[in-house]
């Protein structure tokens, strides 16, 4: 199976009065580029994050977004600093001594002073919130390479249609090329003929002309390699898997012996099907890049 290296993913999770969220979208990449967005507090996750991930991706700019949420009304808990409160006391009642004033020290006073009471969150439980955060990952990760499989065989149909073109194309060219030579050596009898007149022509000198243009203009090999990259191109997609790099490689390839056929042409029909053939050869390579 093929797959396409744009995909999204996205599962909320809601367990233990947690609620964690991951998105997971990526593009095009030629190596596998991760950026991860969680929490603060997350952050002794983010190589388990990567860790999983990378079972499911392989190539492809990735962004994972992660957002959490706490449910729980128990993750609060209020600590009464007995020491802090002393100081105070002991520090108002010299001021009351120092400067003779009126002792009016309540309790709603001194608890509203500065860490007497304080509010400290419950220590989180790291093994809890990492089960409910990699099935989250792991939810995300399976729906985004989903999509990717989904495009990837849309790639794959396309691909095929265009490179079956190519064929026939080559075929064309294929075909032409002979006609070529012999229309050259027609014209070139021809030519003679008007020159010499009635006297003998050298048939040996024609056939060396016309043997030195058909070499010159000889797109054999080309063609030959040429349709053996386009069906590796279709061999790999139909074996499928982690080939976009492999389809690039051929695709530079078939691109090259494009171009030389196009260099040799001496003929109008023969040259608009090789620019025909680098214009398909162009489409594909654009969409070999967002293959995995």
């Known amino acids: 199976m093929i797959k396409s290296m744009t995909g999204f993913g996205r599962a909320e999770i809601e ?17 596998l580029d991760e950026s991860i967005k969680m929490p603060k507090s997350f952050g002794m996750f983010e190589a388990p994050v990567r860790t999983v991930l990378k079972e ?12 959490f949420e706490d449910l729980g009304e128990e993750n609060v808990t209020i600590r009464y600093n007995k020491q802090v409160a002393a100081e105070y006391l002991k520090y ?11 002792d009016d020290i309540r309790l709603s006073t001194l608890s509203r002073y500065p860490e007497v ?50 064929l026939e194309q080559v075929g064309v060219i294929e075909a032409r090329s002979p006609e070529i030579v012999k229309a050259y050596q027609e014209k070139l009898e021809n030519k003679i003929r008007e020159l ?5 022509i050298d048939d040996a000198r024609i056939l060396t ?15 030959v390699r ?41 003929d109008l029909e023969l040259s608009n099907t090789a620019i025909n053939i680098k214009t398909e050869i162009e489409k594909i390579r654009e969409q070999i890049q967002n293959i995995e």
């Open 117 to 166: 009471l304080t509010m400290e969150e419950a220590p989180a439980d790291e093994e809890s919130i990492w089960k409910t955060l990699e099935k989250a990952v792991r939810a995300a990760a399976e729906k985004f390479r989903e999509s990717r499989i989904k495009e990837g065989e849309n790639l794959k149909a396309d691909l095929i249609s265009k490179l079956d073109g190519m």
């Open 226 to 266: 040429l349709k053996s990259h386009i069906q590796a191109v279709k061999d790999e997609l139909v074996k499928g898997g982690t080939v976009g790099r492999k389809l690039d490689f051929l695709a530079q390839e078939m691109n090259r012996e494009a171009n030389t056929t196009l260099s040799k042409a001496n």
């Open 92 to 102: 108002l009642s010299e001021m009351k001594e120092d400067f003779a004033l009126d």
């Open 209 to 223: 002309e016309v043997g030195i243009f058909a070499d010159k203009i000889c797109v054999d090999e080309e063609i």
């Open 56 to 67: 499911y991706i392989e190539r492809g700019k990735v962004d994972v977004y992660i957002t």
């Open 15 to 31: 367990e233990d009065n947690r609620k964690i969220c991951v998105e997971i979208k990526a593009v095009n990449h030629r190596y």
């Open 196 to 200: 010499l007149g009635s006297r003998e």
